[in-house]
T-cell receptor, first 115, second 111 residues
């Protein structure tokens, strides 16, 4: 089954404790992206990756890191989480950024609480 | 700055009626738009898309209208059903790799 998976689905942590949220897709998609979703603000793009070893900042990259060492995986790293990073996080992938390839497939979400 | 927004945060309709969800965008360079549906506890799912060289596109029970003059997008759902209850987002693409989502509209369908 074609899908985007995220782990963990739920996470409670404390300020300053490094964490990684994994994302994996099995559709051989080139493009992957991370979003955070907050009430009233919709989905805001954190980072995106156009292909292996190619990443760029979205609208809200502060406090986050990403890596794209393999095509299928795109982990989101919070080196020193803070309470304002409490949010619902979504990973997404698409064929690419060219015309006709933009439709993104989303993972189920990771709900993060930073105390 | 660039933004995609929605006029109404919530919309309540009677089952069987038509629904219209609106979206305003500010970047005139945007050339592609997608409507996504997000059900409770799930990630957004593609509904329908439209390119800037079109003003209307129809799918199954859904129609998207694009008015570039006023930078307005709408999603029409015919014969709204309880299963249509969700949050609907419009997303804006400018030909690069960035995606801008609107804040979302929650649709309630009353039986």
């Amino acid at each position: 089954e074609a899908q985007v998976t995220q782990n963990p689905r739920y996470l409670i942590t404390v300020t300053g404790k490094k964490l990684t949220v994994t994302c994996s897709q099995n559709m051989n998609h080139e493009y992957m992206s991370w979003y955070r979703q907050d009430p009233g603000l919709g989905l805001r793009q954190i980072y995106y990756s156009m292909n292996v070893e190619v990443t760029d900042k979205g609208d809200v990259p502060e406090g986050y890191k990403v890596s794209r060492k393999e095509k299928r995986n795109f982990p989101l790293i919070l080196e020193s989480p803070s309470p304002n990073q409490t949010s619902l996080y979504f990973c997404a992938s698409s064929l690419g950024g060219a015309a006709g390839q933009e439709t993104q497939y989303f993972g189920p979400g990771t709900r993060l609480l930073v105390l | 700055g660039e933004s995609v927004g929605l006029h109404l945060p919530t919309l309540s309709v009677q089952e069987g009626d038509n629904s219209i969800i609106n979206c305003a965008y500010s970047n005139s360079a945007s050339d592609y738009f997608i409507w996504y549906k997000q059900e409770s506890g799930k990630g957004p799912q593609f509904i329908i898309d439209i390119r800037s060289n079109m003003d209307k596109r129809q799918g199954q029970r859904v129609t998207v209208l694009l008015n570039k003059t006023v930078k307005h997008l709408s999603l029409q759902i015919a014969a709204t059903q309880p299963g249509d209850s969700a949050v609907y987002f419009c997303a804006e693409y400018t030909g690069g790799f960035k995606t801008i989502f609107g804040a979302g509209t929650r649709l309630f369908v009353k039986a």
